[in-house]
């Protein structure tokens, strides 16, 4: 199994996909919409990409650069204590090539799972941002309690109040007016 990131070269662009070389004579597929926004690639590029399947023959993979495991890889790559095992990625969620947030926890109380992911003066986490195009980051402490949580992923904006409705699984959070926009996030 192992990781299902992997850097390969450009063969050919074309107009609904980039083909990518493997050994072996298998081709790799990137859809255009599985792009980030404004990517280019040329032939000979080395590129990293996520592998979401096989054909039925194995010589042809499909591959995504916008896929959210993308992402979880790239920070169990990038982060030790990840593929350690020691931290744990909860979930994720991209508007690829935009903005994406990432939660995670530990059950080792020594280690902050923020600080670990974000690396000495954001190294970690700028070297993911970079590789997606100067996506946003942001690394949230993942909690049991829902009310928690969600004030942890919409921090730094202050919550004035959260309603929890177990029977539709939403919550209602309140938010002063001067914070609506740093809460909600673009569109």
């Known amino acids: 199994e192992g990781s299902r990131v992997v850097t390969v070269p450009v063969k050919q662009p074309t107009k609904e996909y980039i083909i990518f070389e493997f050994h072996n004579n298998v081709e790799g597929l990137l859809p255009r919409d599985e792009m980030l926004p404004k990517e280019i690639f040329r032939p000979g590029d080395r590129v990293k990409v996520f592998v979401t399947g096989t054909a ?10 916008t896929h959210n495991d ?52 954001g190294s ?24 928690t949580y969600v004030m942890n992923a919409l921090s730094p904006a202050e919550i ?16 002063s007016d001067e914070k609506l926009s740093q809460a909600i996030g673009r569109n």
Not at 56 to 65: E, P
Not at 78 to 92: K, L, Q, R, S
Not at 126 to 135: H, R, T, V
């Open 70 to 121: 993308f992402l979880k890889e790239l920070f169990a790559l990038n982060v030790p204590e990840i593929d350690e095992g020691i931290i744990e990625v909860m979930a994720t969620s991209r508007d690829p090539g935009f903005r994406a947030k990432v939660s995670v926890k530990t059950n080792d109380g020594r280690i902050d799972p923020q600080g670990a992911c974000i690396g000495v003066r």
């Open 124 to 147: 970690r986490v700028q070297a993911i941002s970079n590789e997606l195009k100067g996506e946003r980051i942001d690394i949230v402490l993942w909690d049991e309690d829902p009310v």
């Open 160 to 175: 004035v109040a959260v309603e929890l409705d177990e029977d539709t699984k939403s919550m209602y959070v309140t938010v």
């Open 56 to 65: 039925k023959n194995g010589k042809k993979l499909s591959l995504s650069r």
